[in-house]
């Protein structure tokens, strides 16, 4: 597999990541709590392979017997692309544990 593959590889990880984020965000609006934390570990799950690309592209690029790959504005992308949709699930699961206890405190 070519750079750029395992690039789109990161974006397409990362994106899923955030499509189930948001369905997890979708899903705790209906206080369907259950459904939210499987989404957000679906969400999670993606986030770890979009890790595993990314630690591969970076090993890669130290290794000296490798040509070094110059910085693109396709790896610039897809950094920004996984390090947003990590934040939106990290948020999203401190959502989650505070509409839970919200609801817990309300019974």
Do not use: W
């Amino acid at each position: 597999m070519n750079y750029e593959e395992e690039v789109m590889g990161l974006i397409g990880a990362a994106g899923e990541s955030k499509d189930y984020c948001f369905q997890a965000l979708d899903a705790l609006k209906k206080n369907d709590f259950e459904s939210a934390k499987e989404l957000i570990a679906k969400s999670h799950e993606s986030d770890v392979a979009a890790h595993n690309v990314q630690t591969k592209l970076i090993s890669a690029e130290m290794d000296p017997e490798q040509e070094s790959v110059p910085m693109s504005l396709l790896m610039a992308h897809a950094q920004d692309h996984f390090m947003t949709t990590q934040l939106a699930r990290e948020l999203v699961e401190h959502l989650i544990e505070v509409f839970e206890a919200q609801k817990d405190n309300k019974n």
